[in-house]
């Protein structure tokens, strides 16, 4: 049986993509720092251990390894955090964004990457967003983090590429649930998002998870890192907006 590793996974989205990929037949073992959540996330999936870990915490993320013995078939680097405060924001939530989102990322994936290679398979999709496509100032430190995730990906995915382990990334746009969700309680702003998206609604999870187990499965084998953009069409609206 194939296994997903799935960072973040107590929280909306990584619900979302553990649900999906349990459907698809795949053992998951789930890692976050939430066990609590993790566990009611785990409780709806067939076959899922929880692992309570925080991703930039190395060696734990090593023994860890250790304990699951084979390298995963996938690799889901789902773990992110947001803080307000636009580009005015305290520096040490800059800087734990940063840590989060990208170093989190980028120190499992360093651990799994060349052990996928050594077999010679593996997917790692790495979760971004629409932010990192089209930032604002309101985002602060978040459209960074994920720009580089998105520029880690392509880099990982040449190195790694020859060795039948494919890298690429999943951009979520407005999605009504996880870090989204407080948004999605306010009916003004919901409004006024889905007068932006061509899609004329904010996103689910659901749209998310199916974009990652189609770049999971076998049926993506030739896609080496992309940057999916999952939005209903907002980033694509805001450039028609500066063109016309
Ligand atoms: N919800 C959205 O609208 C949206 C849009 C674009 C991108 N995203 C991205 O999707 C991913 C999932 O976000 P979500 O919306 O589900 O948010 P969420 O807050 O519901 O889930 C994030 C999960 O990551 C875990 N986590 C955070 N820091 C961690 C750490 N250091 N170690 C271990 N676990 C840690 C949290 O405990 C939580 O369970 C994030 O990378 C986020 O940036 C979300």
């Known amino acids: 049986m194939k296994c997903a590793v799935i960072t973040g996974g107590g929280g909306g989205l990584g619900a979302a993509i553990a649900a999906r990929l349990s459907r698809d037949g795949l053992q998951l073992a789930l890692f976050d720092r939430d066990a609590q959540s993790t566990r009611v996330v785990a409780q709806n999936c067939r076959d899922a251990k ?5 991703i930039l915490d190395e060696a734990a993320l ?21 803080a307000g405060g636009g580009l005015d924001q305290p520096l040490e939530d800059f800087r734990r964004i940063l840590e989060v989102n990208l170093v989190g990322a980028y120190v499992l994936s360093r651990l799994v990457a060349p052990r996928m290679a050594q077999r010679g398979s593996g997917v790692i999709v790495n979760i971004t967003s629409g932010a990192s496509v089209a930032t604002a100032p309101s985002v602060g430190g978040y459209g960074p983090s994920k720009a580089a995730l998105a520029n880690l990906t392509r880099a990982f995915a040449l190195r790694y590429a020859p060795h039948g382990v494919r890298m690429n990334a999943v951009a979520p746009g407005f999605i009504a649930a ?10 003004d702003l919901v409004l006024r998002r889905e007068a932006r998206i061509p899609a004329r609604r904010l996103g689910t999870p ?10 999971a499965s076998d049926e993506a084998r030739y896609i080496h890192g992309q940057e999916i953009v999952v939005d209903g069409g907002l980033t694509i609206a805001a450039l028609a907006n500066t063109l016309d």
């Open 50 to 54: 929880v692992f309570e870990l925080d």
């Open 206 to 215: 659901e749209d998310v998870a199916g974009v990652v187990a189609f770049l």
């Open 62 to 82: 090593a023994s860890t390894l250790v304990t699951l013995g084979e390298p995963p078939d996938i690799l889901v680097n789902n773990a992110g955090v947001t």
């Open 178 to 187: 996880g870090m989204g969700a407080g948004n999605a309680a306010d009916p």
